[in-house]
């Protein structure tokens, strides 16, 4: 059937050669099997006669030829070299397909067909003139981004928030719609719009200090609507027919509205002299934001007419809500101060500002936690609610998508998203990701970009090495790093920004050392041809996130006519949640989640899967469940039908997720004929553990990534427990996942080597700790560091330590629990990760 893929995927038939000579006795009777037993000894007994061995133990025996189970049997059995050839005298047996639990094949494998209509996708017939934005902004989107038509949410946004700006007593805006939807445009416009006429004050400069500020959850999205907001500035403010249109006058007309970010990541100093200068329009991180408000005396926001809050229900969960009141604090008492220093005559501005319009707050949002209906409550005044998150959303008057109250049906993903779900056994999870990746890649034409979530960072490093380094120092191919896109990027904004670098040309990659180089974001696989892996997470330092985001999306920028630059086809980003928010990567065919959210639950999922499938485009949602964790595609559906119960309803049309068969992925991922594509599997599981066997540190990243996953498994919430819980997985079996011949039963030296001081453990939250505590010292750590870190999942590994701290350093002797010098991240096998995640 895929026979057509191997031939697609050039590399196959190379990468399994050696497949074909040592293929595993299957199937048949006993004796015959026993022969192939018998076999496979010799060779194990005489390497040097067989390379690689391939067994499929029969199923009352799972583990025939394997070595006997002893810690540290990685190493022994390796005898790590450092050359290829003492590679291939390591005798591995790998056996993915027996032992199994048994996997229904799904029932209704057709359950969700996308609608033809997509539901986030430029609305046929309105137009930006119809709702009263500037013909220079309308000919500046039409010319630069080519955006003609305004979707559900602008044409139910742009007339209350452009009309109403006159009026003294401003409403303030809650905008909720689907993700994709042009949430960003939405309100960027209205602020631009707002903005632009004050260019015709004879005082206007850049010293009028911030007008606007917008605060984005995390880098990452500042980042990305800072340049959007940038590309928004860079505007020809005079119309095609106006011959002079593109002159210096034009640019003198924007010179004073800049933009600028802050992030964190330069040094305070600096960012005080960007202040100083004054920055019109501002994105920034929330506690970076607070910092200055309350430190910089030069940071001139008396005058600030907009605050845009992004992604309200990430800046909730990640514990803002203190940072954010102290914003809003902060912003009266500087406005206060400024408008008394102008009536005292203290002031050295000249006067004409109208000091009784008020600031107007704008707060979005996709999904709608309860925190952000407490946020809605305190940070806004009198809020206008404006929606659009219905499929039929296009027919509806104008009328229905605004009101007083926050729509309760959150959870709607767009409608031309398809949403499928494969049952794992845990065995085959790694070979099933790379299986579902090519087939995803094979099917696609002209390349695709595929985002992979995973748990934590240590399993997003593992898996990254782990690709990029299957034929590590053989890779002759000529690679060559993202060159820089932007070519045009100081024009228009802050020149002096940190950003610079992030603009500098990207040199190519050097062949990358046995040894993870922790700025390094893009790799190869032979696994998966004319493909470049990207890693991204919130340990990696600033400008490496950005150049991985950058690398795999091409390029960031959002106005066409700019160089898309890669040095492959497709490309696929392994990520942990922090790019499950926000971030508009629009050409993403799909998402995978190899491990499903473990916080945020349906809210999280949503955002995962609405990577893709934007601004009107297709796009399909992967997600991997394991077959403990099966239950889950009914409670996921139930959830996105607004259901609380188990039980989806079996309405028509309303949101499912279709199942695949495991051997329908496989097949499609490794092709050949019949079932050879569990021989080819097996050969790409043999190929990982190799690679892991074969070094030292590739064991310990191994390893960490392991115990870190199941940390991070651990941290499910007790309401999806019944789901997720560690009791149910099979180690061993997830170990195969890993790479691993079996379960690490110890800890790490490298998760043992950063002891935590006793001072800084009484900082940690603890699970008895109320959700306020952890908000607080979330703020905490926002604006003591200049890091605006990945929240989540630094929250989630801070619990779990919390509660291994908790426990004391206790261990099992003699079936109780005792007291004993052990790493306090130990793990000793599922009974104690049971009782940890029973907290
Ligand atoms: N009217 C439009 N027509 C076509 N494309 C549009 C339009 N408005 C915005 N877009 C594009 O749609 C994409 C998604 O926009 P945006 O990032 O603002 O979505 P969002 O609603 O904020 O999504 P999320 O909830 O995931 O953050 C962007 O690439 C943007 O350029």
Same mark, same amino acid.
């Given at each position: 059937m895929d026979d057509g893929l191997v031939l697609n995927l050039a590399a196959d038939d190379d990468f399994f050669g050696a497949r074909k000579t040592s293929e595993a006795k299957k199937g048949g009777r006993w004796t015959d099997r026993l022969k192939a037993k018998r076999t496979t000894k010799r060779k194990v007994?005489h390497p040097?006669k067989a390379a690689i061995s391939t067994s499929d133990a029969p199923d009352n025996n799972p583990r025939p030829s394997k070595q006997?189970?002893?810690?540290?049997?990685?190493?022994?059995?390796?005898?790590?070299?450092?050359?290829?050839?003492?590679t291939k005298t390591t005798q591995i047996i790998s056996s993915l397909f027996t032992s199994n639990p048994k996997i229904d094949l799904p029932k209704n494998p057709a359950a969700q067909r996308?609608?033809?209509?997509?539901?986030?996708?430029?609305? +046929?017939?309105?137009?930006?003139?119809?709702?009263?934005?500037?013909?220079? @902004?309308?000919?500046?989107?039409?010319?630069?981004?080519?955006?003609?038509?305004?979707?559900?949410?602008?044409?139910?946004?742009?007339?209350?928030?452009?009309?109403?700006?006159?009026?003294?007593?401003?409403?303030?805006?809650?905008?909720?719609?689907?993700?994709?939807?042009?949430?960003?445009?939405?309100?960027?416009?209205?602020?631009?719009?707002?903005?632009?006429?004050?260019?015709?004050?004879?005082?206007?400069?850049?010293?009028?200090?911030?007008?606007?500020?917008?605060?984005?959850?995390?880098?990452?999205?500042?980042?990305?609507?800072?340049?959007?907001?940038? *590309?928004?500035?860079?505007?020809?403010?005079?119309?095609?027919?106006?011959?002079?249109?593109?002159?210096?006058?034009?640019?003198?007309?924007?010179?004073?509205?800049?933009?600028?970010?802050?992030?964190?990541?330069?040094?305070?100093?600096?960012?005080?002299?960007?202040?100083?200068?004054?920055?019109?329009?501002?994105?920034?991180?929330?506690?970076?934001?607070?910092?200055?408000?309350?430190?910089?005396?030069?940071?001139?926001?008396?005058?600030?007419?907009?605050?845009?809050? +992004?992604?309200?229900?990430?800046?909730?969960?990640?514990?803002?809500?203190?940072?954010?009141?102290?914003?809003?604090?902060?912003?009266?008492?500087?406005?206060?101060?400024?408008?008394?220093?102008?009536?005292?005559?203290?002031?050295?501005?000249?006067?004409?500002?109208?000091?009784?319009?008020?600031?107007?707050?704008?707060?979005?949002?996709?999904?709608?936690?309860?925190?952000?209906?407490?946020?809605?409550?305190?940070?806004?005044?009198?809020?206008?609610?404006?929606?659009?998150?219905?499929?039929?959303?296009?027919?509806?008057?104008?009328?229905?998508?605004?009101?007083?109250?926050?729509?309760?049906?959150?959870?709607?993903?767009?409608?031309?998203?398809s949403q499928k779900y494969v049952v794992v056994p845990l065995k085959l999870r790694l070979v099933a990701l790379v299986a579902l990746i090519r087939s995803l890649i094979s099917k696609s034409t002209g390349g695709a970009?595929i985002?992979v979530?995973?748990?934590?960072?240590?399993?997003?490093?593992?898996h990254?090495?782990l690709l990029g380094g299957l034929h590590?120092?053989e890779?002759?191919?000529?690679?060559?790093?993202?060159?820089?896109? +932007?070519?045009?990027?100081?024009?228009?904004?802050?020149?002096?920004?940190?950003?610079?670098? @992030?603009?500098?040309?990207?040199?190519?990659?050097?062949?990358?050392?046995?040894?993870?180089?922790?700025?390094?974001?893009?790799?190869k696989c032979p696994l998966i041809p004319d493909t470049?892996i990207?890693?991204?997470?919130?340990?990696?330092?600033? *400008?490496?996130?950005?150049?991985?985001?950058?690398?795999?999306?091409?390029?960031?920028?959002?106005?066409?006519?700019?160089?898309?630059?890669?040095?492959a086809a497709s490309?696929v @980003?392994l990520?942990?949640?922090?790019?499950?928010?926000?971030?508009?990567?629009?050409?993403?065919k799909a998402v995978i989640q190899y491990d499903?959210?473990?916080?945020?639950?349906?809210?999280?999922?949503?955002?995962?899967?609405?990577?893709?499938?934007?601004?009107?485009?297709?796009?399909e949602a992967w997600s991997m469940v394991g077959p403990s964790e099966a239950?889950w595609v009914?409670?996921?559906?139930?959830?996105?039908?607004?259901?609380?119960?188990?039980?989806?309803?079996?309405?028509?049309?309303?949101?499912?997720l279709s199942g695949v068969g495991i051997d329908s992925v496989l097949r499609s991922g490794y092709g050949g004929k019949g079932r050879e594509y569990e021989a080819r599997a097996t050969e790409a599981q043999l190929s990982f553990e190799r690679w892991v066997l074969?070094?030292?540190?590739?064991?310990?990243?191994?390893?960490?990534?392991?115990?870190?996953?199941?940390?991070?498994?651990?941290?499910?919430?007790?309401?999806?427990?019944?789901?997720?819980?560690?009791?149910?997985l099979h @180690?061993g079996h997830l170990a195969k996942s890993f790479a691993l011949r079996e379960?690490?039963?110890?800890?790490?030296?490298?998760?043992?080597?950063?002891?935590?001081?006793?001072?800084?453990?009484?900082?940690?939250?603890?699970?008895?700790?109320?959700?306020?505590?952890?908000?607080?010292?979330?703020?905490?750590?926002?604006?003591?560091?200049?890091?605006?870190?990945?929240?989540?999942?630094?929250?989630?590994?801070?619990?779990?330590?919390?509660?291994?701290?908790?426990?004391?350093?206790?261990?099992?002797?003699?079936?109780?629990?005792?007291?004993?010098?052990?790493?306090?991240?130990?793990?000793?096998?599922?009974?104690?990760?049971?009782?940890?995640?029973?907290?």
């Amino acid at each position: 059937m895929d026979d057509g893929l191997v031939l697609n995927l050039a590399a196959d038939d190379d990468f399994f050669g050696a497949r074909k000579t040592s293929e595993a006795k299957k199937g048949g009777r006993w004796t015959d099997r026993l022969k192939a037993k018998r076999t496979t000894k010799r060779k194990v007994s005489h390497p040097e006669k067989a390379a690689i061995s391939t067994s499929d133990a029969p199923d009352n025996n799972p583990r025939p030829s394997k070595q006997p189970r002893t810690e540290g049997a990685e190493f022994s059995s390796a005898k790590p070299t450092k050359t290829a050839s003492a590679t291939k005298t390591t005798q591995i047996i790998s056996s993915l397909f027996t032992s199994n639990p048994k996997i229904d094949l799904p029932k209704n494998p057709a359950a969700q067909r996308p609608t033809a209509k997509p539901s986030n996708a430029p609305h +046929d017939t309105s137009t930006f003139e119809g709702l009263g934005l500037h013909p220079l @902004l309308i000919a500046h989107l039409a010319s630069k981004f080519e955006i003609k038509r305004p979707t559900a949410i602008q044409r139910a946004a742009l007339p209350p928030i452009l009309t109403e700006t006159d009026n003294k007593d401003l409403r303030d805006i809650f905008i909720q719609s689907q993700t994709g939807s042009g949430k960003t445009l939405a309100y960027l416009l209205p602020i631009i719009q707002d903005l632009l006429p004050l260019s015709s004050l004879s005082y206007i400069d850049r010293s009028i200090g911030t007008l606007a500020i917008i605060i984005a959850p995390t880098r990452e999205l500042a980042k990305q609507i800072s340049e959007v907001v940038e *590309a928004l500035l860079r505007m020809r403010l005079r119309s095609e027919d106006d011959v002079d249109g593109e002159s210096e006058n034009s640019t003198r007309m924007t010179r004073w509205l800049v933009s600028g970010l802050l992030v964190g990541g330069s040094t305070r100093t600096h960012e005080k002299a960007k202040l100083r200068k004054g920055v019109p329009i501002l994105v920034s991180t929330p506690g970076r934001l607070l910092d200055h408000i309350q430190n910089t005396s030069s940071f001139n926001v008396g005058k600030c007419r907009w605050l845009v809050l +992004d992604e309200a229900d990430q800046l909730m969960e990640l514990g803002f809500e203190e940072t954010i009141t102290g914003i809003l604090k902060g912003l009266e008492g500087r406005r206060g101060l400024a408008k008394q220093a102008v009536l005292e005559g203290n002031s050295p501005e000249v006067g004409g500002w109208d000091w009784e319009r008020r600031r107007r707050t704008v707060l979005c949002s996709a999904t709608l936690r309860e925190s952000v209906q407490t946020l809605v409550g305190t940070a806004l005044i009198k809020p206008l609610m404006i929606k659009a998150l219905e499929a039929d959303q296009e027919e509806k008057p104008l009328t229905d998508l605004i009101s007083n109250k926050p729509s309760t049906n959150s959870l709607t993903p767009p409608s031309q998203l398809s949403q499928k779900y494969v049952v794992v056994p845990l065995k085959l999870r790694l070979v099933a990701l790379v299986a579902l990746i090519r087939s995803l890649i094979s099917k696609s034409t002209g390349g695709a970009k595929i985002i992979v979530f995973i748990s934590c960072t240590d399993s997003v490093d593992f898996h990254w090495n782990l690709l990029g380094g299957l034929h590590m120092g053989e890779q002759t191919e000529e690679t060559s790093a993202p060159q820089n896109s +932007d070519s045009d990027s100081d024009e228009g904004g802050d020149t002096d920004d940190e950003e610079g670098d @992030l603009d500098t040309p990207a040199s190519k990659p050097k062949p990358r050392s046995r040894k993870t180089q922790s700025d390094e974001v893009e790799c190869k696989c032979p696994l998966i041809p004319d493909t470049s892996i990207y890693r991204l997470h919130g340990s990696l330092p600033t *400008a490496t996130r950005m150049r991985a985001l950058k690398g795999f999306a091409g390029t960031l920028n959002k106005v066409k006519n700019q160089p898309v630059q890669s040095t492959a086809a497709s490309s696929v @980003l392994l990520c942990t949640s922090v790019a499950a928010r926000g971030l508009d990567l629009p050409t993403v065919k799909a998402v995978i989640q190899y491990d499903l959210p473990t916080e945020g639950g349906p809210n999280e999922y949503i955002h995962r899967i609405g990577r893709t499938a934007r601004a009107g485009k297709g796009g399909e949602a992967w997600s991997m469940v394991g077959p403990s964790e099966a239950e889950w595609v009914k409670w996921i559906e139930a959830r996105l039908q607004g259901e609380e119960s188990e039980k989806p309803k079996k309405v028509e049309g309303s949101p499912s997720l279709s199942g695949v068969g495991i051997d329908s992925v496989l097949r499609s991922g490794y092709g050949g004929k019949g079932r050879e594509y569990e021989a080819r599997a097996t050969e790409a599981q043999l190929s990982f553990e190799r690679w892991v066997l074969n070094d030292k540190d590739h064991v310990m990243l191994a390893r960490k990534a392991y115990l870190s996953h199941m940390r991070a498994y651990a941290t499910h919430p007790s309401n999806e427990k019944h789901i997720f819980h560690i009791r149910h997985l099979h @180690l061993g079996h997830l170990a195969k996942s890993f790479a691993l011949r079996e379960a690490p039963t110890k800890v790490t030296a490298a998760n043992a080597s950063k002891p935590q001081s006793n001072s800084k453990a009484k900082g940690k939250p603890t699970s008895k700790d109320s959700v306020k505590e952890k908000r607080k010292r979330n703020v905490k750590y926002d604006s003591d560091s200049d890091d605006v870190r990945e929240g989540r999942n630094v929250d989630s590994e801070r619990r779990m330590k919390a509660v291994v701290r908790e426990q004391g350093r206790l261990t099992r002797k003699g079936g109780a629990m005792v007291r004993s010098g052990a790493s306090e991240f130990q793990v000793m096998g599922g009974d104690y990760l049971e009782n940890l995640a029973q907290h």
